[in-house]
């Protein structure tokens, strides 16, 4: 099943990554304590701007900022809507 949203412009719909349950030491986090996700899997890619070309395509996992873009839900899924320039790296 796709995505129904096309983003416009220089922007993407990124699907969060579920955060961990256990640290590396096998500490389990407890959802009080857990913070939001900051890594995700670009799910659709606007055309960009005359001056922006996209980098970012569908399929990459992505590094953003805690606090980017504008969260949606649809069909269940929670979704971010960002600019490229919001994301920080291509992990």
């Given at each position: 099943?796709?995505?129904?949203?096309?983003?416009?412009?220089?922007?993407?719909?990124?699907?969060?990554?579920?955060?961990?349950?256990?640290?590396?030491?096998?500490?389990?986090i407890?959802?009080?304590?857990?913070?939001?996700?900051?890594?995700?899997?670009?799910?659709?890619?606007?055309?960009g701007?005359?001056?922006?070309?996209?980098?970012v395509?569908?399929?990459?996992?992505?590094?953003?900022?805690?606090?980017?873009?504008?969260e949606?839900?649809l069909?269940?899924?929670?979704?971010?809507?960002?600019?490229?320039?919001?994301?920080?790296a291509?992990?």
């Open positions: 099943m796709g995505l129904n949203v096309k983003p416009l412009s220089d922007r993407v719909v990124i699907e969060p990554v579920a955060a961990e349950n256990k640290t590396a030491s096998g500490i389990i407890p959802e009080t304590a857990k913070e939001k996700p900051q890594k995700g899997k670009v799910v659709a890619v606007g055309k701007t005359k001056d922006h070309e996209m980098t395509k569908e399929g990459d996992m992505v590094l953003y900022g805690k606090y980017a873009g504008t949606l839900k069909d269940g899924t929670d979704y971010l809507i960002m600019r490229e320039d919001d994301i920080l291509i992990v």
